[in-house]
C-alpha cells in the first residue's frame, strides 16, 4: 500500500503559515523523508463563498504548488487531487502539466475530475451541460499533444492544427492520468487511463459533490474488481475514505491498520491521508509518527 498526502490547506482552519514557502517546504520533505509516495492538491479556483460556510475548503493553484513542491523535493510524486479539466483549455493545460513533469523528473500524476460546483462553474465561463464532452475531449487533447508532433485535433469543444507543444513532458507519452470520481462513467473512463481515485463517504456527502455513494469497503471492492475487467493494462486504484483524517481525529491503531489490510485486499494500491494543520510543527511531527506506524 502506497500513501498520499493531501496538503492541509483543505482543512478548515489551518495555520497560515502552511501556505508559505518555507512551511510548504518542511511538509513536503517530510513526506518525502517519512516515506509518503505523493503529496496532492486539490482544485477550486472559484469557489462560492455559501459552499465555503457550508463546510468546503480553501485551496491552492494545483500546478502552480506541484511546481514550488518539485523544486523542493526529490523522489516523492507530484499529484493534482484533483484537477477539474472542463474548467480548462486543454492545450494551455497540458503545457502546464507537461513543464512540471519535465522539471520534476517524470514525477506528476494527474488525478482529474469532471467537476461540481455549478457556481464554479460559472465564474470559469464554461457549460455546466457540457462538463462531461468537455472532460473527455480535454484528455484526448492532452494526450495527443504530449505525443505526436505536428498535433492536429477537430472536436466539438477545440479545434487545432499542426500543433508542436515542446518541449514534450519527461515521461514518455505524458504523465499517468487517473480518473476521479464514484460513477460509472468514472469507471469506464479509469478502465481506459491509468488509473482510478474514487473516495469511500456517506449518502449526504456523495449527494454534496454530486457523486454516487460507496459506503464499505465490499463495494469498493466490486467496483475495483469491475475497473480491472474492463481495463487493458495494469490500474491503480487510489482511494479517500472517512479514515482519512485518522492523524487529526485519532482512534485505534489495530483498527486503523485493519482497515488499510481489507482496502488492500480489495484492490487499493493507494490511500489518501490529511495529517492536523494547526501548525506547521503539528503537521510535520503527524506525517513522521503515522509513518512510524503504518509505513516503515
Known amino acids: 500500500m502506497k500513501f498520499t498526502v493531501e496538503y492541509p490547506v483543505s482543512v478548515p482552519g489551518y495555520d497560515p503559515a502552511l501556505v508559505r514557502p518555507d512551511a510548504m517546504r518542511q511538509v513536503v520533505r517530510a513526506a518525502e523523508e517519512a516515506g509518503f509516495a ?3 492538491f486539490t482544485e477550486h479556483p472559484a469557489p462560492s463563498k455559501k459552499w465555503l460556510d457550508a463546510g468546503g475548503h480553501e485551496t491552492l493553484d494545483p500546478v502552480a504548488a506541484l511546481s514550488y513542491c518539485a523544486a523542493v523535493s526529490e523522489r516523492i510524486r507530484l499529484m493534482t487531487y484533483l484537477l477539474v ?7 494551455l493545460l497540458a503545457k502546464s502539466l507537461a513543464t512540471v513533469d519535465l522539471l520534476s523528473g517524470g514525477r506528476l500524476t494527474v488525478v482529474a475530475g469532471a467537476g461540481y460546483l455549478r457556481s464554479e462553474f460559472l465564474a470559469a465561463g464554461v457549460d455546466w451541460a457540457e462538463r462531461n464532452t468537455r472532460f473527455d475531449e480535454s484528455i ?5 499533444v504530449w505525443t505526436t508532433v505536428p498535433f492536429d485535433h477537430e472536436g466539438p469543444m477545440f479545434e487545432a492544427h499542426g500543433v508542436a507543444a515542446l518541449p514534450a513532458p519527461e515521461t514518455p507519452g ?10 460509472t ?6 478502465a481506459r487511463h491509468q488509473g482510478w481515485s474514487p473516495f469511500m463517504t456517506t449518502g449526504e456527502l456523495a449527494r454534496t459533490v454530486r457523486t454516487p455513494a460507496i459506503t464499505t469497503v465490499e463495494q469498493l471492492a466490486g467496483h475495483v474488481a469491475e475497473v480491472r ?13 472517512p479514515a482519512h483524517a485518522f492523524m487529526i481525529d485519532g482512534g485505534s491503531v489495530e483498527e486503523h491498520r485493519d482497515h488499510l489490510g ?9 490511500f489518501v491521508v490529511q495529517p492536523p494543520a494547526a501548525s506547521v510543527a503539528a503537521t510535520v511531527e503527524a506525517l513522521h509518527g503515522y509513518a512510524e506506524t503504518f509505513i516503515r
Not at 462513467?185 to 479509469?190: E, G, V, Y
Not at 475487467?229 to 475514505?241: F, K, N, S
Not at 481489507?262 to 487499493?268: F, I, K, N, W, Y
Open 140 to 144: 484526448e487533447v492532452m494526450r495527443g
Open 174 to 183: 505524458g504523465p499517468p492520468i487517473w480518473i476521479g470520481g464514484n460513477s
Open 262 to 270: 481489507r482496502l488492500a485486499e480489495a484492490g487499493v494500491t493507494s
Open 229 to 241: 475487467e474492463l481495463a487493458a493494462g495494469p490500474i491503480d486504484v487510489q482511494v479517500r475514505t
Open 85 to 91: 479539466l472542463p474548467y480548462h483549455n486543454p492545450f
Open 38 to 40: 505523493a503529496i496532492g
Open 185 to 190: 462513467l468514472a469507471r469506464r473512463r479509469a
